[in-house]
């Protein structure tokens, strides 16, 4: 896409300061493009975020598209954050500490075995653990639990620290960030995306526009009928847990994830734990209920007893960017200029790296990957062609 | 007492601004006393507590002192917040709605019935529900309760509320409120106290202090030995929660204070409802705990399954002042110009108004009357000498 002429304008605008559109922009202007994000301020849903990179603990039957780009991201993370702490002089802490995958009754341990034949089958690196083994590797687990799977390989990330040092990268980049600033849509002219429009009134003229605003770019103006990404919200409650012993207690609660069927502890290293996550289909409301809380500490007491002794740190609910057919949807739309990095759904961190490299490949004009076909966002311009 | 001379002096010092120092200022204004209220700014246990003004439904065997205290407190606070209104402006908002006690199982259900015997013995008012008689009372209520207790005058009131009625009547009423005031201890010179030493080093004289600190009584110094009330704090977490219908939903969650054995729901009439409150001795420890919290929400919804809708609004932990022996200290201690209003432990809200009274009474020079003198501050002494 040619730059626009007048002075000045951008080569490309990024709506979203979150964890996608930063890393979009860093790599846009790692490839010359004059670059702004434009972002309202407001904390997103990696503020909520546990930052798991877990693409073969999640995996699911007849979600093959969403895995392939998981992998490809969850192995791209280490030297895009060495790259980003180099360049930023921030380190996001990328924790290498794997995921166990934890059955507590039966039922669950059946459903586990099935899910642990799937991913070897899919050739995925995973080990089965006896109950004794896998309290062995984690003596906070019940001694109830019945079966467990080790995912060496799946990590995870603080977003808060991921932002924080993307916003110091695309700055020392070159890239404009501009805060509170908020978009209200996008102006199309003729065929193509010719800028934003922001709420002030004012427009920022620019050769492409990425949406990178989770679920915000729902209520984008200007995107009608087969231009947009259809986009929901899926609320997830999440709370942030501290131990009282203090930052480095010996032993820890626990080091790996360790994920059950309805809910995940995510360890920060420095005594800090990420309990999560609800799913819930209730549009706009981002408030936090006695139920949802309720639900999380029940599930993860059961195979962690030891969280009820953890405090509480913040209680918050964040709003996860769906689509009809939970892929995200990235590249080029169905116009010239405009360009999607949305509808991250569950895995807006694990898929950053990947998104952006793929974005920076859209706005330099390249087709997306035969490996990432499923998340190209004319899929739905086309649903509604052929209906 | 007979007042300082100095001319910058007062006759008495509270120490404390919560609901408790705040009344007894207002009762030592209101006879003439020159007064001033030292707080520190810090938000007291009031800030955490329910309200409940539930001398019957909490009347425990073995109690009869503090029940005595508590149904004349009780019956005091219909004039006491009439008066309030009236002097302040502000209208502390008394709920007479009423209290049930809810048994979820046969052993509560029998645990129930002797408590039910215990306070028609004492010749209270209370009226035994089956399930479906509480059920039409309180639609809310689980299908699985299986016998109530209607306590017709046990009502509730909001604390914060309270205290910003108080804070005005108290400024009103002529006596000073020193806010952002840290007091160190008290000073005694030769058998009297003569003021209190604050912490910036400067000196408040007075012809009486009275010590209103809740649990920071525990820590004045210049009361050493005999002279001291033995105060711990009991840790309470209390979650406050609202109906995500809004501040008049048609018909409420629930009307009336709703108490298990283990949780309490007290409504505000606004969509509001304050969730408490557990009991742990850690010192002096305020953190909200996963387990805290936990036991709480799962406690109430096994009675009021609505719970589990109600968004999250607050969650805080307080200290109650306990003394050994579970009963307040109110009244003259063992050296003149010692005053006590403190170690009200689960009670400071319902016995603020008998507290201001009584220590009215004994800054007028006026014995403990005999329905009070269990609460007689010098017992704590005696004990000590007769050991």
Same mark, same amino acid.
Not at 7 to 34: K, N, Y
Not at 129 to 156: I, N
Not at 252 to 277: C, F, H, K, M, N
């Given at each position: ?40 301020? !407001? ?47 921030? !380190?996001?802490?990328?924790? #290498? ?7 507590? &009754? ?14 070897? $089958? ?5 080990? #089965?653990?006896? @109950?004794?083994?896998?309290? +062995? ?12 799977? %080790? ?21 020392? $980049?070159?890239?404009?960030? +501009? ?20 709420? %002030? ?17 729902? $209520? ?22 501290? &131990? ?11 080091? #790996? ?9 995510? @360890?920060?290293?420095?005594? +800090? ?27 993860? $007491? ?73 998340? %190209? @966002? ?10």
């Amino acid at each position: 896409m040619p730059p626009v002429a007048a002075a000045q304008s951008h080569d490309v605008a990024v709506v979203g300061g979150g964890a996608i559109g930063l890393a979009c922009a860093w790599r846009a202007a790692g490839r010359g493009l004059r670059t702004v994000v434009l972002d309202s301020g !407001d904390l997103g849903a990696w503020h909520v975020a546990a930052g798991m990179l877990a693409p073969v603990a999640e995996a699911e039957f007849g979600e093959r598209a969403l895995l392939e780009l998981g992998l490809r991201s969850a192995q791209a993370y280490e030297a895009f954050c060495a790259e980003l702490a180099e360049v930023s002089d921030r !380190d996001p802490e990328l924790r #290498r500490t794997g995921t166990l995958v934890v059955a507590r &009754d039966g039922d669950e341990a059946e459903a586990l075995e099935r899910l642990i034949a799937f991913r070897r $089958s899919l050739g995925l690196a995973v080990e #089965r653990l006896r @109950p004794s083994q896998a309290r +062995r590797a984690e003596p906070a687990l019940a001694p109830t639990v019945r079966l467990a799977l %080790d995912v060496a390989g799946d990590h995870s990330i603080d977003p808060r620290r991921l932002v924080a040092a993307l916003a110091e990268a695309v700055e020392r $980049s070159g890239a404009e960030l +501009r805060p509170r600033t908020r978009v209200a849509g996008l102006r199309v002219e003729g065929e193509r995306v010719t800028g934003a429009e922001l709420e %002030d009134g004012s427009f920022v003229a620019a050769g492409a526009v990425v949406v990178a605003a989770g679920v915000h770019a729902a $209520s984008l103006t200007g995107l009608s009928g087969e231009l947009r990404v259809p986009i929901r919200p899926v609320k997830g409650q999440v709370l942030r847990l501290r &131990d009282p012993r203090g930052e480095h207690p010996h032993p820890p609660l626990v080091s #790996r994830t360790i994920r059950g069927e309805q809910a995940y502890l995510v @360890p920060r290293g420095d005594g +800090r734990y990420v309990l999560g996550a609800t799913m819930e289909e209730r549009g706009w409301d981002t408030a936090p209920t006695a139920g949802g809380v309720h639900e999380l500490i029940r599930d993860m $007491s059961e195979i962690v007893p030891g969280v009820l002794e953890l405090e509480i740190e913040e209680i918050e609910a964040g709003l996860r960017p769906a689509t009809p057919d939970n892929l995200p949807a990235i590249g080029r739309g169905a116009v010239e200029g405009l360009v999607w990095a949305a509808g991250h759904h569950r895995n807006g961190i694990l898929l950053t790296p990947v998104t952006a490299e793929l974005v920076a490949g859209a706005l330099a004009g390249e087709p997306l990957p035969e490996w990432a076909a499923a998340a %190209d @966002p004319r899929r739905f311009a086309r649903a509604r062609a052929a209906a």
